[in-house]
């Protein structure tokens, strides 16, 4: 129901084959979600999601990793509704291919914590955007930072949020092209970056 929170606690998830997923969808309303690891590698032109033109907090812990070869969408709208993301991986987030987007045609915010590394392996055909536009609120935090692959029209903030990016270890960039920690040029609000250790870009 409107303005209810809906709350789903699973083990390990897998999406394969040609197979993809909603968690929500319809009538406005929170969700709890609870998962062990998420592993999406389907091949399916269409993307899973996990709120999918539903509006409210999305409250994730993703007690393992997160891995993802597929288009998806935490969060996604059409365009100027709000929504808020708040997620927790206690392992490793892998972003290997696909049409990759935490939060999609919102306004709103996210808090993305990643316990262990954060991997964005870019593909000439594939994107990964944390933000892709709008108004948010970025605040992410993560061990160590890895970019490979062909990293054009690649970024983690693309709205005109305030952001916050904290990397525990080292930025490793091995990548081609520029990964963009945010693309705005008209974003003209607080951006702030620490890194612990080192920026390394091979």
């Known amino acids: ?11 390990d998830i897998l999406v394969n084959g040609t197979g993809r997923i909603f968690f929500a969808t319809g009538a406005n ?17 269409s993307l899973s999601a996990i709120m999918y033109l539903t509006y ?12 993802v ?13 709000t929504a808020a993301a708040i997620v927790n991986i206690t392992n490793d987030l892998n972003i290997n291919g696909g049409l990759f987007d935490f939060n999609y045609l919102i306004n709103g915010s996210l808090d993305l914590t990643v ?3 954060t991997n964005i392996n870019c593909g000439s055909s594939a994107w990964s955007h944390f933000i892709e536009s709008n108004s948010q609120t970025l605040n992410f935090i993560t061990t160590n ?12 903030q693309g709205s005109t949020g305030v952001t916050t990016i904290n990397v525990l270890n080292d930025v490793i960039s091995s990548g081609t092209d ?10 003209n609000s ?7 250790r080192d920026l390394v870009i091979n």
Do not use: E, K, P
Not at 1 to 11: F, H, N, P, R, V
Not at 56 to 67: P, R, Y
Not at 190 to 196: E, K, L, P, S, Y
């Open 115 to 117: 316990g262990g590394n």
């Open 190 to 196: 607080n951006f702030q970056v620490t890194i612990g």
């Open 29 to 45: 309303r929170n969700l709890n979600l609870v998962t062990n690891n998420y592993t999406d590698i389907s091949t399916s032109t």
């Open 69 to 81: 070869s597929h288009d998806f969408s935490a969060t996604q709208g059409t365009g100027s509704q």
């Open 56 to 67: 409210g907090t999305l409250n994730w812990q993703c007690n393992g990793s997160f891995t």
């Open 178 to 187: 520029v990964f963009q920690l945010t693309r705005r040029s008209a974003n």
């Open 1 to 11: 129901g409107t303005g209810m929170t809906t709350a789903i606690t699973l083990q």
């Open 145 to 156: 930072l890895y970019l490979n692959g062909n990293c054009s029209n690649n970024y983690l």
